[in-house]
């Protein structure tokens, strides 16, 4: 059945009217503008009112949002976050920084909905993520709720929340135009096209293809809606999934969690090496058995992830030794070992064979430690030791999980070096 589309032209002050609710689903990459993609619409907007001349009509166009329809007041925000929650925190601070009450209430309209459901009550307009929902909604959408905001989030994205509002409110502050003015016409006159989707398939696809004005979606973001977008067969295990993807972002970086994911799709397809990452997670969700791998494995890696930083795996009668390994590992300034331990984990193994696992790993990353080779060559030699996890060949003999004879001998002599020194400082101390 062809994809079909229902297209207005609405402007802000529409879309905030009556009791539509919107919610960013758990696919959706985090609120993700800084502080200067904020002050940069905000003088947009202001431009465009200061310069309107005559005309009070006079349009600026917010670009498109792409929404699907979950019931008959309900939608998911497919594309458009960015815009719009940010001009959910101007309509907010200007709400609380004007005098009139009536005008308050009724800006506050906006952001809460008036829904006709068992006891009268409303709803909040927006509600984005989970993991960023209640800070959303205790300094944006509640009345006075952004006058005090809160020094630091939980989250990299509830950060960005914090600063772009106060990063806001200090130009607003500031302004020396007719901030009631300004608000009329931002909300009357920011016209946007509003797509609804037949189903939220449709409109993750044309999500992924549409450049809509904000921040373009990088690869990764397509990535992340790949994995975790409308084709996620649990909702469930979708937000599970979302928010640990989140806290590995936040910790490592996309570049390096890019590399962790590639890691268990190649687990899954082995004859992988050549492809990106975009067409190597297409491939496997084009196959139903490499799809219900992938997510096992996906799981078991946030997981293990998890277990990972506090040196708490299970590895059965070994897991005790093991986790000593790992605890010496996680003091490592360097990270380089982590993607390797977390593909070995996505692999069957027996407790002995992980122990001679980690035990090597961490015999040759402190061994590396010492012998401080160039960041690139321990890079290559992580990248052949995980194309021989793949293999099933880590732990044969002459791999370059384990350090080589010379490698082992000029450990020896640096640290015979580094003895023979502080011995000799010792001995100068005393006398």
Same mark, same amino acid.
């Given at each position: 059945?062809?994809? $079909?589309?229902?297209?207005?032209?609405?402007?802000?002050?529409?879309?905030?009217?009556?009791?539509?609710?919107?919610?960013?689903?758990?696919?959706?990459?985090?609120?993700?503008?800084?502080?200067? *993609?904020? *002050?940069?619409?905000?003088?947009?907007?202001?431009?465009?009112?200061?310069?309107?001349?005559? !005309?009070?009509?006079?349009?600026?166009?917010?670009?498109?949002?792409?929404?699907? &329809?979950?019931?008959?007041?309900?939608?998911?925000?497919?594309?458009?976050?960015?815009?719009?929650?940010?001009?959910?925190?101007?309509?907010?601070?200007?709400?609380?920084?004007?005098?009139?009450?009536?005008?308050?209430?009724?800006?506050?309209?906006?952001?809460?909905?008036?829904?006709?459901?068992?006891?009268?009550?409303?709803?909040?307009?927006?509600?984005? /993520?989970?993991?960023?929902?209640?800070?959303?909604?205790?300094?944006?959408?509640?009345?006075?709720? *952004?006058?005090?905001?809160?020094?630091?989030? +939980?989250?990299?994205?509830?950060?960005?929340?914090?600063?772009? =509002?106060?990063?806001?409110?200090?130009?607003? =502050?500031?302004? /020396?135009?007719?901030?009631?003015?300004?608000?009329?016409?931002?909300?009357?006159?920011?016209?946007?096209?509003?797509?609804? @989707?037949?189903?939220?398939?449709?409109?993750?696809?044309?999500?992924?293809?549409?450049?809509?004005?904000?921040?373009?979606? $990088?690869?990764?973001?397509?990535?992340?809606?790949?994995?975790?977008?409308?084709?996620?067969?649990?909702?469930?295990?979708?937000?599970?999934? $979302?928010? @640990?993807?989140? /806290?590995?972002?936040?910790?490592?970086? %996309? &570049?390096?969690?890019?590399?962790?994911?590639?890691?268990?799709?190649?687990?899954?397809?082995?004859?992988?090496? &050549?492809?990106?990452?975009?067409?190597?997670?297409?491939?496997?969700?084009? %196959?139903? /058995?490499?799809?219900? +791998?992938?997510?096992? &494995?996906?799981? %078991?890696?946030?997981?293990?992830?998890?277990?990972?930083?506090? @040196?708490?795996? !299970?590895?059965?009668?070994?897991?005790?030794?093991?986790?000593?390994?790992?605890?010496?590992?996680?003091?490592? =300034?360097?990270?380089?070992?982590?993607?390797? @331990?977390?593909?070995?984990? =996505?692999?069957?193994?027996?407790?002995? !064979?992980?122990?001679?696992?980690?035990?090597?790993?961490?015999?040759?990353?402190?061994?590396?430690?010492?012998?401080?080779?160039?960041?690139?060559?321990?890079?290559?030699?992580?990248?052949?030791?995980?194309?021989?996890?793949?293999?099933?060949?880590? #732990?044969?003999?002459?791999?370059? #999980?384990?350090?080589?004879?010379?490698?082992?001998?000029?450990?020896?002599?640096?640290?015979?070096?580094?003895?023979?020194?502080?011995?000799?400082?010792?001995?100068?101390?005393?006398?």
């Amino acid at each position: 059945m062809p994809a $079909s589309f229902e297209t207005h032209q609405v402007t802000l002050e529409n879309l905030l009217s009556g009791r539509s609710i919107y919610f960013v689903p758990p696919f959706q990459r985090p609120y993700s503008w800084e502080c200067a *993609n904020a *002050n940069q619409l905000l003088d947009d907007l202001q431009n465009r009112f200061e310069n309107r001349g005559d !005309d009070f009509e006079a349009e600026f166009f917010l670009g498109s949002v792409i929404l699907f &329809k979950t019931s008959a007041e309900s939608y998911h925000i497919i594309d458009g976050q960015q815009r719009l929650l940010t001009t959910c925190m101007i309509v907010a601070i200007i709400r609380d920084m004007i005098a009139d009450e009536k005008a308050k209430e009724e800006l506050q309209n906006l952001l809460w909905a008036q829904r006709r459901i068992a006891g009268g009550a409303g709803q909040p307009r927006f509600q984005t /993520r989970k993991t960023e929902n209640e800070l959303f909604q205790s300094c944006i959408i509640n009345m006075g709720g *952004n006058e005090n905001m809160p020094r630091r989030a +939980s989250t990299e994205a509830g950060n960005r929340i914090i600063a772009v =509002t106060n990063a806001l409110r200090s130009a607003l =502050t500031q302004y /020396r135009g007719d901030v009631s003015g300004f608000l009329d016409h931002m909300l009357g006159n920011s016209e946007l096209i509003k797509i609804t @989707a037949s189903s939220i398939e449709s409109g993750y696809n044309l999500f992924r293809n549409v450049n809509s004005p904000g921040q373009k979606l $990088s690869d990764f973001d397509i990535v992340r809606a790949e994995l975790i977008g409308p084709r996620m067969y649990d909702q469930e295990l979708a937000v599970d999934l $979302s928010n @640990a993807w989140s /806290r590995l972002e936040e910790t490592y970086g %996309s &570049k390096e969690l890019a590399r962790y994911i590639r890691a268990v799709g190649l687990a899954i397809v082995p004859d992988g090496y &050549k492809m990106d990452l975009i067409p190597l997670i297409s491939k496997i969700h084009r %196959s139903p /058995r490499y799809k219900e +791998s992938f997510y096992e &494995k996906l799981q %078991s890696f946030f997981r293990n992830y998890q277990r990972l930083a506090v @040196a708490d795996l !299970d590895f059965g009668p070994d897991s005790r030794v093991i986790n000593k390994h790992v605890k010496c590992l996680t003091h490592l =300034t360097n990270d380089n070992w982590r993607p390797l @331990a977390l593909l070995w984990m =996505t692999r069957p193994a027996s407790s002995r !064979d992980s122990f001679r696992f980690f035990q090597a790993l961490d015999a040759l990353f402190h061994g590396l430690l010492v012998l401080s080779p160039r960041s690139t060559d321990v890079g290559k030699r992580a990248q052949i030791i995980s194309n021989r996890i793949h293999e099933g060949t880590a #732990l044969d003999a002459g791999s370059p #999980l384990y350090l080589a004879p010379e490698e082992k001998q000029k450990i020896k002599e640096i640290l015979w070096e580094l003895y023979t020194c502080m011995t000799l400082d010792k001995g100068h101390t005393n006398t």
